[in-house]
């Protein structure tokens, strides 16, 4: 490698985001790059000349497996929206400047489809201008949808979560099944695709019953036929467990978090911020069926929780990094690193890299036939998939009984 590298993190995120960054940076390293800068607050930040040098805060081999285990973002990040190239060429000029001065040779920025259109953007006008640079992006996000990988790091660990934190609240509720109706509604992240909330199926085992009800946003939600089943449910046993979707709508297309009441908020890509979904169903159950209910949100938790991040995710988030700067190197640009599954037990699975022009602002959502008929849960096949993401675990270090995390502060430049 003859320049520099720089890094950004971009979008929500995940408790193993940092393990990308891990990668980025011990591969750049080993491939000679003189500097790895790392951007603050995404490209949002670079835009502001906010950039580290990242020797400067991973000094040496414990650094490296502390950051692989510090949830969120280590550098900040961001949703920002370039503007199309032939809008607003100024904000290209003054990239590229920051770029050049820098002596960047590879741009890698981590993210979702959200964050990915950036890495294309940035691309074009690179060809578009004649400039030398590689920009490569490093798949990630909880929600599992983006296009042409087989799932993305961070939705392994998110996944274990849930289905961990969904077992206990089921043996919560349960001690107090005894003549005591209780439903409980668990809201899960995803925006508009089902991946995270379908592995609240994963609770069930030979020590659990598991949920009743899951809801994707990929089915319609009718609200009758909600109350119907837990009508139906609470007839045979008194506890009843419900996962939604955060994204779950009517069939006309309205949010459910929306007929709460929810949050005005949207973001710089048009995407609503949902919330609420759960508290309002569980106040509609209340209110229709007249037995105690209790609304969870999983919210920043399931993104966050480091403690209990998926071996398997950690060590692909870590590869992933590697591979998008290896891919930079050697020449690739517009284009994610993307994860192929090579099989599932035992599981494997290795890299390969695709055009980001197919990738950047689509969805993938979870096929209609691992939903069963009704849409209240998700079939054997979407188990299977998820399954082998969830596997393993990897130890916090542990200081004064806590987790330790790689730290830098908020205005550090
Ligand atoms: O993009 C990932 C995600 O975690 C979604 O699941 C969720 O809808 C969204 O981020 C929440 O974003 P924010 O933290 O910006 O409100």
Redesign the pocket.
């Known amino acids: 490698m003859y320049g520099n590298v720089i890094v950004g993190q971009s979008?929500?995120?995940t408790a193993v985001i940092n393990s990308s960054l891990a990668g980025v940076f011990r591969t750049a390293i080993d491939r000679g790059a003189k500097k790895v800068y790392g951007m603050r607050f995404g490209i949002q930040g670079l835009l502001d000349e906010m950039y580290v040098d990242l020797s400067d805060y991973i000094k040496n081999e414990l650094d490296v497996e502390i950051l692989k285990r510090t949830p969120s973002a280590f550098l900040g990040t961001c949703?920002y929206k370039l503007p199309a190239i032939h809008e607003n060429q100024d904000i290209y000029v003054k990239i590229f400047e920051i770029l050049n001065k820098l002596d960047i040779e590879c741009f890698i920025y981590i993210g979702?489809n959200?964050s990915m259109d950036t890495i294309k953007k940035l691309s074009d006008y690179a060809i578009l201008t004649g400039q030398t640079q590689k920009f490569v992006g490093v798949p990630k996000?909880?929600?599992n949808d983006l296009a042409l990988t087989d799932h993305t790091p961070g939705y392994g660990s998110a996944a274990k979560y849930i289905a961990t934190s969904t077992k206990e609240i089921i043996r919560d509720g349960n001690g107090f099944s005894y003549k005591k109706p209780l439903v409980t509604i668990i809201e899960i992240?995803?925006?508009n695709a089902g991946w995270?909330t379908g592995a609240a199926a994963l609770a069930k085992g030979e020590d659990c019953e598991g949920v009743d009800l899951i809801y994707l946003p990929e089915v319609p939600f009718d609200t009758e036929a909600f109350i119907e089943e837990i009508n139906k449910l609470l007839k045979v046993k008194n506890t009843v467990f419900v996962a939604i979707s955060?994204?779950i709508r009517l069939q006309d297309g309205t949010y459910v978090s929306e007929a709460g009441g929810g949050s005005d908020?949207v973001?710089a890509f048009g995407?609503k911020?949902?919330t609420g979904s759960a508290t309002y169903l569980a106040n509609l159950v209340n209110h229709k069926v007249g037995c105690k209910t209790r609304a969870v949100e999983f919210s920043?938790l399931q993104?966050s929780a480091s403690h209990l991040a998926s071996r398997v995710d950690i060590n692909e988030a870590f590869m992933v990094g590697g591979a998008a700067v290896k891919a930079a190197d050697e020449g690739d640009s517009g284009k994610m690193v993307v994860i192929d599954r090579v099989s599932d037990d035992p599981y494997q699975s290795a890299t390969g890299v695709y055009d980001v022009h197919k990738i950047a602002n689509g969805e993938k959502l979870v096929p209609r036939n691992w939903i069963n008929e009704n849409g209240t849960y998700v079939t054997e096949d979407f188990i299977d998939y998820v399954r082998p993401l969830i596997q393993g675990d990897y130890p916090c270090v542990m200081v004064n009984g806590l987790p330790r995390h790689l730290y830098l502060k908020a205005d550090e430049v």
Do not use: A, C, F, V
């Open positions: 979008g929500g995120p949703r979702g959200d996000t909880i929600d992240m995803g925006r995270l955060e994204g908020y973001d995407h911020q949902l920043s993104r």
